[in-house]
């Protein structure tokens, strides 16, 4: 099919086509007739004038099989990255400084900027750092476990925006430089969902599910927490040492294999 592409997964959501939309999207996106576009990613397409068409079924592949009669989860691979407030924007950048966005990411509203800081630890410095816009109230520094390492820092594992009993770090910037008493975390890996979303996989804000990848080194991730918001998209939040250990990259998908402990049947 010239200049089409014939989409094979079981489900796609806003956060997979964000993905493509580097590349480019075609006009119209071609779907299997077995597949499942989530409103968010209609209204992804629709907003951005791109039209959809039905194709005939295409075979999927093993990664692709659903589980226990869920769809398929995409994967967003998250590097080391800095949350700032305004506050420390201004110093960091100057007084009234707007962060430039680079990259729009998977989650409405976000986005990758241009800007980048230094990370200096007791032991070590991580120099530039991605930030992700827009500010939030609370500076947040987002690490993994073999970065902690090298910056001489024992972060503990917190979903994000918990910070209490968090170590902190100096953030150098071009004009200043801030030094937090906390908030560096590495961050638990998680699953954004809006609420259709959780209507189709039968969960609640707050559940924890078990996720399975199928790359050549499957891993089981356990104790998933959902995060349920009207705002959010469809996608499992990871670090580069969880993804490294299951050769899993951006765009991957996951499949549920149990939801509260309790495993179904044939997995």
Do not use: W
Request: charged share 25%.
């Amino acid at each position: 099919m010239k200049d089409k592409q014939r989409e094979t997964m079981g489900i796609v959501t806003e956060s997979k086509l964000r993905v493509m939309l580097a590349k480019g999207i075609p006009n119209p996106y071609s779907i299997a007739k077995n597949t499942i576009l989530t409103p968010a990613a209609k209204d992804f397409l629709k907003d951005r004038g791109i039209s959809y068409e039905v194709v005939a079924d295409v075979k999927k592949e093993e990664e692709q099989i659903r589980q226990g009669g869920y769809p398929p989860i995409p994967v967003g691979v998250s590097n080391r990255h800095v949350h700032l407030s305004q506050e420390d924007i201004n110093i960091l950048f100057g007084k009234g400084y707007v962060l430039t966005s680079m990259k729009e990411l998977s989650q409405k509203g976000q986005f990758a900027a241009v800007e980048q800081v230094n990370l200096i630890g007791s032991k070590g410095t991580i120099k530039r750092v991605r930030i992700l816009g827009p500010s939030r109230d609370v500076t947040q520094v987002e690490v993994s476990k073999t970065d902690s390492f090298h910056l001489g820092l024992r972060p503990m594992v917190k979903l994000s925006g918990d910070l209490n009993d968090t170590p902190g770090i100096v953030i150098e910037g071009p004009k200043g430089t801030i030094t937090l008493t906390q908030g560096v975390i590495i961050a638990k890996c998680h699953v954004h969902m809006s609420f259709d979303d959780a209507k189709i996989y039968q969960v609640t804000d707050g559940d924890r599910i078990s996720l399975k990848s199928s790359q050549d080194r499957s891993v089981t991730f356990n104790e998933v927490i959902i995060r349920v918001n009207s705002n959010f998209s469809l996608d499992f939040h990871i670090d580069m040492d969880e993804a490294n250990a299951g050769f899993i990259t951006t765009g991957d998908y996951v499949t549920m294999v149990s939801k509260d402990n309790n495993l179904f049947s044939g997995t």
